[in-house]
């Protein structure tokens, strides 16, 4: 199995980020795109109020574990960054 190291969206670099142990990921490390830039976030903005009428977005994640993606929920743009785990 490889797990993808770059953003489908934007190509910047995945970081690596441990979610807190108090949530449902209960500290597993995921691979998270925080360029602030990114479509996929920026887009994420207008679809979640369009859709479900709250202010947030999602930045693209990867489970380091299985490769499994899917949308991180991000309520601002520095949520999630003190889980960044650097090299």
């Known amino acids: 199995m490889t797990v993808e190291r770059e953003c489908p969206h934007c190509g910047q670099s995945l970081k690596k ?3 807190p142990t108090w949530s449902t990921w209960g500290g ?3 691979l998270v795109c925080f360029n602030d830039d990114c479509p996929y ?3 994420g903005w207008e679809w979640m109020k369009k859709t479900r009428n709250i202010k947030c977005s999602y930045r693209h994640s990867v489970d380091s574990k299985t ?7 991000v309520p601002s743009s520095s949520a999630c960054r003190e889980g960044i785990i650097e090299d």
Do not use: D, N
Request: net charge neutral.
């Open 17 to 19: 980020w441990e979610s």
């Open 28 to 30: 597993e490390i995921k």
């Open 41 to 43: 976030y920026v887009r």
């Open 67 to 73: 490769g499994v993606s899917g949308p991180l929920p």
